[in-house]
Nanobody, 129 residues
C-alpha cells in the first residue's frame, strides 16, 4: 500500500504557486533520497526534481528550473516542492518517491522512476485559466 503521502495539490491559474508536501508512513526520510515525479494522462512518468539525503544536492528537470524548489526538513520528516510561476504544461499527477541513499543524487538514477523503492499515491496539480 501507500508508503509516502503527498499533499498540497490543487487548481491554480497560470503564474500561480503551490507547495507540495511528502511525508512517509512508517519510516524516516533522514537517510533517503527523495524525488518528485509527475505524470499527465497519456504521458510517461517524468522526473521533476530530487534531493539527496544529507549533502543537500539537488537536480531539476530543465522544464522547471528557476520555477520549482525542492527542500527537506528532517525535523518534520517531510520533503517539499515549492512550485512558482506554474504553467498549463505543469498539469499532472505529482508523486514523491524515496530510496535509501547516503550520497548525492545522481542524474540518470535519481531522475528516473526506476531509481526509487517507495512511492506515494500522488496529488493532482491542475494549471488552467
Amino acid at each position: 500500500q501507500v508508503q509516502l503521502v503527498e499533499s498540497g495539490g490543487g487548481v491554480v491559474q497560470p503564474g500561480g504557486s503551490l507547495r507540495l508536501s511528502c511525508a512517509p508512513s512508517g519510516f524516516t526520510l533522514e537517510y533517503y533520497a527523495v524525488g518528485w515525479f509527475r505524470q499527465a494522462p497519456g504521458k510517461e512518468r517524468e522526473g521533476v526534481s530530487c534531493i539527496s539525503s544529507s549533502d543537500g544536492s539537488t537536480i531539476y528537470a530543465d522544464s522547471v528550473k528557476g520555477r520549482f524548489t525542492i527542500s527537506r526538513d528532517n525535523t518534520k520528516n517531510t520533503v517539499y516542492l515549492q512550485m512558482n510561476n506554474l504553467k498549463p504544461e505543469d498539469t499532472a499527477l505529482y508523486y514523491c518517491a524515496s530510496v535509501l541513499a547516503l550520497g548525492p543524487v545522481v542524474a540518470g538514477i535519481h531522475t528516473s522512476p526506476r531509481g526509487y523503492d517507495y512511492w506515494g499515491q500522488g496529488t493532482q496539480v491542475t494549471v488552467t485559466s
